[in-house]
Structure formats: structure tokens, C-alpha cells
């Protein structure tokens, strides 16, 4: 399952790039995260959720000439009890040019059993929805 959403921003593609691209500061301007702090490895960070829960994920791309930054879950880690293990989790943030503007696009894919999907579907969408309204808050709406 994949959910995708975009939105076009009152700033440069390279402004916005310059900010999205630092994969630590994720708690400034995602309303779902709560803290995101440099893991052990390069690459890595410790991602504490409003929902109590923490994940570690990791960079899977970061390519600054086609503005992409994509990570996945760490795999076999120990997750709280209840916390949904979210197979083949990769979420990905692409800054295009859009004239003077940027525009964003946000998407997460994961694997979830069908019985799952309309309630992984409404989450994940919020959770893209408030981090691209957190750049708008940042950036301004184009």
C-alpha cells in the first residue's frame, strides 16, 4: 500500500531541500513526532511518536541532485508492546522546482494485511497531511 500526497510551497525547491534534507530535524515541523535524536550509526535516528511509541529508522536515500530523501524502519527491532510493526515501511520526500515555488511530495509504503488497510490508510494520511502542514507553517502556501 501506498499513500502519496504533494503540495506546493511559498520558497525555492533548494530552501526547501536545505530544510527537508536534515533528517534529524523532523520533530520542528512533523506534528506527529515528538523528538527525532541521531542514532548510534550514521544514518540512523531514534524517532519518539506523540503516540508513546519509538522506532529507529534510517536513511535508505538522500540524493541532493534529485532533491530525494527516503527511510525505512530499522528491521528486527524491539517495538513497544501494541506498537504496530510496520513491514516494508519506506517513506520518501521529493522537492521539485514549481517556477519560483517548490512543490513537495510526501509518500509512505508499507505492507499491511487487507483487514488493516482503511485504518493504516487514515493514519498514514494524517500523519503526511500534518508534516506537509508543518512546511506550509514554515514556507508559506504557494
Do not use: C
Not at 77 to 87: D, H, K, S, V, W
Not at 97 to 110: F, L, N
Request: proline share 4%; hydrophobic share 40%; glycine share 8%.
Amino acid at each position: 500500500m501506498k499513500v502519496s500526497q504533494k503540495i506546493k510551497l511559498a520558497a525555492s525547491a533548494d530552501t526547501v531541500w536545505a530544510y527537508i534534507r536534515d533528517f534529524y530535524n523532523a520533530a520542528e515541523w512533523q506534528p506527529h513526532i515528538t523528538s527525532a535524536e541521531k542514532g548510534k550509526i550514521e544514518g540512523e535516528r531514534v524517532v519518539l511518536m506523540k503516540r508513546g511509541n519509538t522506532v529507529l529508522d534510517r536513511i535508505a536515500e538522500r540524493d541532493d541532485a534529485r532533491r530525494v530523501l527516503s527511510y525505512e524502519m530499522v528491521p528486527n527491532q524491539e517495538l513497544a508492546p501494541g506498537a504496530p510493526r510496520l513491514e516494508g515501511f519506506l517513506a520518501s520526500f521529493t522537492v521539485t522546482e514549481a517556477g519560483k515555488d517548490a512543490e513537495v511530495e510526501y509518500s509512505i509504503a508499507v505492507e499491511v494485511p487487507e483487514e488493516m488497510r482503511p485504518m493504516a490508510e487514515k493514519g498514514i494520511g494524517a500523519d503526511i497531511s500534518g508534516a506537509l502542514e508543518g512546511l506550509v507553517s514554515k514556507f508559506g502556501a504557494a
